[in-house]
């Protein structure tokens, strides 16, 4: 197998990254009486210094490479098995090594370090100029031990960046998503508008029973298009940039922004809100944003509530808070569901088709953030009920 320069350049790096290294090789000198060892990378034709010990002044250091055939570390590769020579002019195998024995090299240890996968990284190898007593079962254990050690390490690092190019790749999908999301959104907006301008002026226009009918369904259903694309451009603007923004207005009229809002959804659904607001003349707020956080939860109580019971909102104030909260009864939300009901594109089991994107909630969430505020969940056999509370400014 063929191995680039940039992939020895990165295993180098990932020996280096372990910290446990410098006490490994220190432990293998003092263990066994050589002076110099390494971590080192080995494949068929190359011998790479990942990282060494050298008090034996043998030059070279982390990048290091010298031709693999002429080292003993490739007899270890190829058969798989550590070697230890104690003293080398009493061994055959050692006078076929020149590099070796241009170096003086009288005794050496090498150990194989194995991969997970079965495959053959490198070599915790040591050596020294004069004879060692070093095939005792302490120095092997040690160097066997740390030689597994080292493969574990190189097997984190590498599980390691194998996730966080994940993550990244993860980061770079979801932010091209969203763009193309802020595009689509934007670029939408201008023929719905157009269609809209059409069917208003078609609705002032004399009709038959049946076209009006047609008209109205038209628009309702044009009406549902733009607040998918209202949804989908504040999606995209609370990901792509640091939130949902608000333009707050300190004289702005709630309780008439609430019962507007009440009055089209009321409309729209074709089913009355029980509604109790109890508000000073004038709250801080964006009220475009407050209206889209009342409809986007009177919405939300109609398509997942109970038929025969009666939505409710209640807005009032109190303890220097703003509390608006919208319930319903129905099926209880399951406790495992409830963390996730905040989150984009979440739609419930018992959602339909009709349900929109799975946008409104969380839009409402970071409505509530834009204003300081916090939007809560609690849900059980009697209601469901979403509660808003934002802190007001003192008098």
């Not at 990942?50 to 190829?78: H, I, M, W, Y």
């Not at 207005?249 to 809100?273: F, K, M, P, W, Y």
């Amino acid at each position: 197998m063929n191995v680039s320069a940039d992939e020895f350049d990165r295993d180098v790096q990932t020996v280096q990254s372990i910290p446990q290294i410098p006490t490994i090789l220190d432990i293998c000198r003092r263990v066994s009486g050589l002076r110099y060892v390494a971590v080192a990378r080995v494949t068929a034709d190359r011998w790479i210094n990942c990282a060494s010990s050298d008090r034996l002044n043998f030059g070279g250091g982390p990048g290091q490479r010298l031709d693999a055939k002429e080292t003993l570390c490739q007899v270890v590769r190829q058969k798989g098995q550590m070697i230890t020579i104690n003293d080398a002019h009493r061994e055959t195998l050692f006078d076929t090594l020149q590099r070796s024995a241009a170096y003086g090299i009288r005794s050496y240890i090498s150990v194989p370090i194995l991969r997970k996968d079965g495959s053959f990284f490198g070599t915790l190898c040591a050596s020294d100029t004069e004879p060692r007593d070093i095939d005792s079962d302490e120095v092997t254990s040690t160097f066997r031990m740390f030689a597994d050690m080292i493969s574990d390490q190189l097997d984190i690092a590498e599980e390691l960046q194998q996730g966080q190019q994940a993550l990244a790749h993860a980061r770079e999908t979801e932010r091209l998503r969203e763009e193309f999301i802020a595009v689509v959104g934007h670029d939408l907006r201008n023929p719905l508008a157009s269609l809209s301008a059409g069917l208003r002026l078609m609705g002032r226009q004399e009709h038959g029973e049946d076209s009006r009918l047609l008209l109205s369904e038209m628009t309702r259903s044009l009406d549902r298009m733009s607040s998918i694309v209202t949804d989908l451009m504040d999606f995209a603007r609370g990901r792509l940039g640091s939130g949902i923004s608000a333009q707050i207005e300190d004289d702005a009229d709630l309780r008439q922004v609430i019962e507007t809002v009440i009055a089209e959804v009321e409309a729209s659904e074709g089913r009355a809100v029980e509604a109790r607001i109890d508000l000073p003349d004038t709250v801080p707020c964006d009220p475009q944003r407050m209206g889209q956080l009342v409809s986007n939860l009177l919405i939300n109580a109609f398509t997942h509530g109970d038929k025969d019971f009666p939505v409710r909102l209640s807005a009032t104030t109190e303890r220097g808070k703003l509390k608006l909260a919208v319930s319903n009864k129905g099926e209880p939300i399951a406790p495992n569901a409830l963390p996730l009901l905040f989150q984009p594109f979440y739609r419930r089991s018992n959602a339909t088709h009709h349900s929109g994107l799975g946008l409104g909630l969380y839009i409402a969430s970071e409505i509530a953030k834009s204003h300081r505020g916090r939007l809560k969940v609690r849900s059980d056999a009697e209601q469901t009920e979403f509660t808003m509370t934002m802190p007001l400014p003192r008098p």
